[in-house]
T-cell receptor, first 111, second 113 residues
């Protein structure tokens, strides 16, 4: 079957760094996405990885290891506005290129 | 640029009443279109997706239906709402492959009372 796992909730301090992990078991891997979702709002795109390695975009970076079925989202210099849920999603060719979604990690930032 | 519109933003409906949520996409042609539902504190549940006019795939059996009468219009309907239909409904579009993920509409908060 196809499965994506990520921690349910994490807490971090303003100004610090946090890493949100995502492990997946899917067939026909065709890319991994990270989305941010603030409470009551729609998810918004953060990053895309299809090859192994690190993609950096400002304060946010995303890493992928296809052999390990593993990704992480790294958030630096945390701000209060980073309090949100972070969704990991994998696109699978075996699912007609649909995105398979993790349940999301709720990140709580404390002052 | 591409934009996606979804309405209404909030809706309170009695049990047994009908439902119609509409989603339209501008600035692109032949998009893949999706309807998702998200229960409070939960992940995204794919309800329907469409790769073209009149082509609808259902992921979860339920009392909801979807239609795509035009290339960039996607409608979610129900003849009789249940209490369990309450949730946050999201429409999304994508190009299907490549680095393009999904772009979501702003969502509809449905409460069935």
């Amino acid at each position: 079957g196809q499965n994506i796992d990520q921690p349910t909730e994490m807490t971090a301090t303003e100004g610090a760094i946090v890493q949100i992990n995502c492990t997946y078991q899917t067939s026909g891997f065709n890319g991994l996405f990270w989305y941010q979702q603030h409470a009551g709002e729609a998810p918004t795109f953060l990053s895309y990885n299809v090859l192994d390695g690190l993609e950096e975009k400002g304060r946010f970076s995303s890493f992928l290891s296809r052999s390990k079925g593993y990704s992480y989202l790294l958030l630096k210099e945390l701000q209060m506005k980073d309090s949100a849920s972070y969704l990991c999603a994998v696109r699978s060719t075996d699912s007609n290129y649909q995105l398979i979604w993790g349940a999301g990690t709720k990140l709580i930032i404390k002052p | 640029s591409q934009t996606i519109h979804q309405w209404p933003a909030t809706l309170v409906q009695p049990v047994g009443s009908p439902l119609s949520l509409e989603c339209t996409v501008e600035g692109t042609s032949n998009p893949n279109l999706y309807w998702y539902r998200q229960a409070a504190g939960r992940g995204l549940q794919l309800l329907f997706y469409s790769v073209g006019i009149g082509q609808i795939s259902s992921e979860v059996p339920q009392n909801l239906s979807a239609s795509r009468p035009q290339d960039r219009q996607f409608i979610l309907s129900s003849k009789k709402l249940l209490l369990s239909d309450s949730g946050f409904y999201l429409c999304a579009w994508s190009r299907g492959t490549g680095s393009y993920g999904y772009t979501f509409g702003s969502g509809t908060r449905l409460t069935v009372v």
